[in-house]
Structures are given as structure tokens and as C-alpha cells.
């Protein structure tokens, strides 16, 4: 089974902290997506990488960038992190086949005070 | 850009049938997704179509018709552990293939 990790389940970080989300996936997926998740609003791209070194911009990138510096790693990181941030996000995994559905981590859940 | 729609909440009983709607327009389709999410996790994969018909997995069945910018999942035999969110995602090959996600459809399954 394809597991993909993420570092806390919580956090709760003060506003203009820098914040570091990490994700690692085990089962060699080329892409890699952050996402966020908010009620009425569903699930929203932050960024994504198809590749080593690589990042695309999602739909909402802003206040947010990204590093893959290894294939199984993608860490989401908050420059200076504002209470309009709380909320849950989820990493995914995949591979680059246009079928190949993603595989989600189980969340974490951040609180921006 | 993408407009994806399902309803927000639906309620059922259970040992019945129901049908979870998704509507989309997008340019550049190029499949679409469903996937269930239980309250606190993450969200699994359900179901995959690209072509227009009827794929049926067990008592899941999702259906497409790209003409219409429409799907649905169907559930047969609703059991009380169905009560979830289904997120419907469509792909689009004119944004670099990325999903794109609906709001979610919450679904109550009732003794």
C-alpha cells in the first residue's frame, strides 16, 4: 500500500512565524501536490512538482513556496504565517499516468493565532 | 478556469440507493475522479472515468457523460460506515493536468 506521511497532525504556530509542513511518500511517485482544505470552499492547489527540484503554482500560491529536493520529499512552507492560513492541509502523491489517482496523506491541521 | 458543483449534503437510509451528482465545465477535460473522505481523514481514491458509460465497482458505480459536463456516483446497499464526504475531481489538460476538486458532498446514512 502506497503510504504517504506527513510530519504532525497539529500544529498551532503565532502569526509571522515561518512554518514547515513536511510530506514523504514511499512508493516512487514522480508527482507530488500540497493542497488545502476548508469548509463550503473543498479542496484547493497550493503547488505542485512533477519532478526533483521542480515546483509548479497551484491555484493558490500565494504566502506559500515549496521544496523537492529529494523524490520522496515535498515540504510546504509558510514564509510568515497569518491567521487566513489555519487550516487543513493534505499532501498527495502520484504517478505521472493521466489514470493514476492520488494518494493522500492524512492531514495536518494548522491553527495560526 | 473550472466550475465544479455537487451538492453540499444529502441524506439517505440505510440499505437504499443514492446518487451523488457532479456537474463541470472545463476545456480540456480529460477525466474525472470520485473520492470518499471520512470526518478527520484522508481522502481514498473511488473511481476513475474517461469515457462516456457505467463503471461499477462493487456497490459503487460512478457514470460519465462528457457531452453533458456530468457524473454521478451511485450506491447500492447504503451501509451506516458510507457516511462520508465524496469529492468529485475533473482533470484538465489544458492546466497542466492538475485535479481540480468540487466543494464535497456530505452523505448521512440513516438506521
Known amino acids: 500500500d502506497v503510504k504517504v506521511t506527513q510530519s504532525s497532525r497539529y500544529l498551532v504556530k503565532r502569526t509571522g512565524e515561518k512554518v514547515f509542513l513536511e510530506c514523504v511518500q514511499d512508493?516512487?511517485?514522480?508527482?507530488m501536490f500540497w493542497y488545502r482544505q476548508d469548509p463550503g470552499l473543498g479542496l484547493r492547489l497550493i503547488y505542485f512538482?512533477?519532478?526533483?527540484?521542480?515546483?509548479e503554482k497551484g491555484d493558490i500560491p500565494e504566502g506559500y513556496s515549496v521544496s523537492r529536493e529529494k523524490k520522496e520529499r515535498f515540504s510546504l512552507i509558510l514564509e510568515s504565517a497569518s491567521t487566513n492560513q489555519t487550516s487543513m492541509y493534505l499532501c498527495?502523491?502520484?504517478?505521472?499516468?493521466?489514470?493514476?489517482?492520488?494518494?493522500f496523506g492524512n492531514g495536518t491541521r494548522l491553527t495560526v493565532t | 478556469g473550472q466550475n465544479i458543483d455537487q451538492p453540499t449534503e444529502m441524506t439517505a437510509t440505510e440499505g437504499a440507493i443514492v446518487q451523488i451528482n457532479c456537474t463541470y465545465q472545463t476545456s480540456g477535460f480529460n477525466g474525472l475522479f470520485w473520492y470518499q473522505q471520512h470526518a478527520g481523514e484522508a481522502p481514498t481514491f473511488l473511481s476513475y472515468n474517461v469515457l462516456d458509460g457505467l463503471e461499477e465497482k462493487g456497490r459503487f458505480s460512478s457514470f460519465l457523460s462528457r457531452s453533458k459536463g456530468y457524473s454521478y456516483l451511485l450506491l447500492k446497499e447504503l451501509q451506516m460506515k458510507d457516511s462520508a464526504s465524496y469529492l468529485c475531481a475533473v482533470r484538465n489538460n489544458n492546466a497542466g493536468n492538475m485535479l481540480t476538486f468540487g466543494g464535497g458532498t456530505r452523505l448521512m446514512v440513516k438506521p
Open positions: 512508493m516512487d511517485h514522480e508527482n
Open positions: 512538482s512533477y519532478d526533483v527540484k521542480m515546483k
Open positions: 498527495a502523491s502520484s504517478f505521472p499516468h493521466e489514470n493514476s489517482p492520488l494518494h
